[in-house]
Every structure is written in C-alpha cells, then in structure tokens.
C-alpha cells in the first residue's frame, strides 16, 4: 500500500487527488488536507459581490469526496517537510510515499497599511455580504477597484468586476466615476502590448477608466496613497497582495525566492517526490513573464502530476506533462464574456482574447458545471 499526500483542496488539489483515486490501487491512500469545510470555485467572487445566493450555490462540502475513495483530512498545516515527503497537521505527522504541495498564494493584507481598515477585499469570500451591502447603499461618486499588489491570482477579475458594476450602477440609475488602479505598466501584461491596448480601449469605451503604474503605499479614509499623490474615493474595493504561504516558505520549497520554482513540465520541485501545483508557484516564459495564476492550469497541473506518480507507482515510465495551455472567462456586461486562450509555453506566448459574447458566458458557467460534478458528483 503507498499513500499520496496532497495539502490543499483548490483547483489543483483536487484535480490531482480525483485523477490519483482513479488510477491508483484500490489499496492505494489518496489523502487530502484542507482548513475549510466547502469549495467554491474562485470565480463566484465577484457574483457573490452581487447575488446575496451566488456563494452557497457553488459551494461543496469537501466530504464528498470521500464517497470516491478520498481521506479529508479538515485541519490546519503547522509545517512541511519535504525530504521526509510529510506534513505536521494540527499537530499530527501525516507522511506520504508521494507528496504534492496545492496550498496556493496567501493573501498578505497586513503589507498595505490601512487596507484591512479601508478597503473592501473582494478576493474574501467571507466579506461578500459587507462589499455586497456597501455596493448597495452606494449612491453615487468615485468607485475605485484596487490592485494592491502583483502577482495575484485570477489577473482578469478587477476589471470584470468593474464592468459588473457598471451596469448594476446604470441599472439603478447610479451616477459614478469608475476607475481601476494597478502597479503594473499594463492592464494584462500577458495579452502583451497590442492586446492590452485593445482591451484597455474596450474599458474605456465602457467607462471604465484603467490608472496604470500605480503602486499604492497606503489606505486613508477618502484616499489611496499612491508615492505622494492621492486617489481619492467613495467606495474602495480591492484586490491584496499575495505571497507564497508561510508555511511553505519555512519548508525550504522556496530555497529563498518568492514562490516555489518546479520543472515546468513536470511539476517536480527539487525534493525528490515531492511536486507542487498551482498559484503557490512561478514558472517562467519565454518572454520574461510568469505564468499567470489561474485555475485552469493548477488543475491541468494536478491532471498531469496525478498520472506521473500513478506510473511512477506501477513502475512505468512517466510521460504526462504539463502543456502550458489554457482558457480563463472574463465577463464584460451585457450578458457576455471574453474568452482568452493561450499557448503560453511557446516562445513567444500566443494568447488571444476573443471578442465578448454570449456563448463565452455559457461556456463559463459550463466550465464550473462540469467540473464540479466530475469532483463532487452534483
């Protein structure tokens, strides 16, 4: 009997821990370990910000998966320690024969002062009712959505929200400047220099106003500290800056840097079994950039690591890989969405953002559909 050891339940976590179940030894342990009761996809943030239900109707109990074979351990990591392939949980030693580090990026709220005070996070899941009630009772002024640091994940998410807002607003009659800020030079740096500038002309013309190289130091009430000048707002939603977890970064994974580093294909770290997935690491492109930190990948991410550890087990060879290549939704309004799709291993990367529509909207609803029932089963 050989036990896989995986820490966190997002997307790669999962993903890596259903493809594990179904290609394993039925005497095979598949172990999970996450702090949270329930899932719910990272995209439903920026519904729950408007649809009081939004939340719990994507959420799923993590228990279910133990119908298809899978051990939840609900507890928090008190440490990682890689070249034993072990983790302390909630003060108990859980080892593995394999390891595969899923915890994704931590939010890093205390890095900005004043934002835990001042600023709406709408990547809290749990402050979903207080942004929901201040958009609510929001009667008119200057809306500001923050970027407050980079990377972060979803990159898209910012400006759907505004232009989620925009037409809430405009449905109530609601007259309000609309701005979004970041630290970077680009909107999506990913879309590159052309694509960017296309998507930040669609902002424009939508009313959305893009405030580019705009690293705030500061929350005051009324105003961003942004160097020595101010934003100014009435209502200020935003988007924290993340870091590797902790515990992570006490392991060694990291060897010092940001995130961890893995084979960009393989996944492997440089602990001998021990793989990591997903937002909780940096994986570097031909162009300079890193890959984005998104869904899609950290579960294409956990479908490959699953069917190289299933082979490593039998004694086979190991031949999945991680190809780089994925699809995000961006809704723009309107009943629509953008789609953009990418190669982003090639050299250079090869993204695309497809023209909104509504068919990209299903297919993003879709999307959460089909995975949540090939996990949970409902």
Known sequence: MRRVLILGGGFGGIAAAVGLRDRLEPADEVVLVERR????????????????????????????????????VQGGIDAIHPADRAADVDGRRLTGDALIV???AEQDVDRIPGFREHVINV????????????????????????????????????????????????????????????????SLPILGQAGCSTFELGLELSGVEFLRERQATAVEPGAVVVGESRLSYDLLLGVPPHRVPRVVAASGLTDGGAWVKVDSRTLRTSFPGVYAIGDVTAVP???????????????????????????????REPSATFAGEGTCFMETGGGTAAMVTGRFYADPPTVRLADPAPEHLAAKHAFEGDRLRAWFGR
């Open 102 to 104: 899923a915890l994704g």
């Open 37 to 72: 009761p329930t899932f719910v996809m990272g995209l439903r943030k920026n519904w729950g910000l408007l649809d009081p239900g939004a939340i719990a109707a994507g959420e799923r109990p993590y228990s279910l998966l133990a119908e298809r074979g899978i051990t939840v």
């Open 123 to 186: 990547y809290d899941r749990n402050q979903s009712d207080r942004g929901r009630a201040a958009i609510a009772a929001f009667r008119g002024g200057r809306l500001l959505i923050g970027i407050f640091g980079t990377p972060y994940p979803c990159p898209p998410a910012p400006f759907e929200l505004a232009l989620l807002l925009r037409d809430r607003l405009a449905e109530r009659g609601v007259d309000a400047t609309l701005q979004v800020f970041s630290p970077l030079p680009m």
């Open 285 to 315: 492109l031909s162009n300079g950039q890193m890959l984005p930190k998104a869904g899609a990948f950290a579960q294409a991410e956990g479908e490959a690591v699953a069917s190289r550890i299933a082979d490593e087990f039998a004694g």
